[in-house]
């Protein structure tokens, strides 16, 4: 069931929390109504729409980063958190000083993984918004996409395709740098 949403093509699973999104009849105004709660204009509102974005992207591409959590947390050998129990630990300590050591590399890979394909955002914003209201979802690759298509400058789409390329490349050189001075240290 986690895994679904990865599942599900982009533009579909856009679509479906576009029509979710409705401020008319769409399904989280349904349920604010039930509730006797005041509706939103969600998606369409300049203060909510970029957390709405937020939320289906999360929602969208959650699958595979659980099952790699999953994964990781099954590799932890049984008895250190044996060891750790006889040793009085809670199970607080037990996160804090087993969990979180053994699964440290894959936490930090993910969240450099995660910084880059949150920087590379297109699909939700074109799809849901189209860039929002008062540009409020416009995002590096909707921009580029803007430049390219829309304005008919592929020369300034291509700048900052390669400005995004050079950030990013920086962004994860001095991440890795920084991860692994710490792991240095240990």
Known sequence: MVYLPVMIPPVVSALLWKWFYDPGAGLANEALRFAHLPTSNWSNGADTALVSLVIVA?????????????????????ELYEAAELDGASLLQ???????????????????????????VFTEPFVITGGGPENATVTVLYLIYKYAFLYNDFGGACALSVMLLVLLGAFSALYLRLTRSGEDDA
């Open 58 to 78: 999360t929602w969208a591409n959650m699958g595979g980063t659980v099952l790699i959590y999953l994964a990781a947390l099954q590799s932890i050998p049984g």
């Open 94 to 120: 037990r996160v804090r000083h087993v969990t979180i050591p053994q699964t440290r590399f894959v936490i930090l890979m993910l969240m450099l993984l995660q910084i880059i394909a949150t920087m590379q």
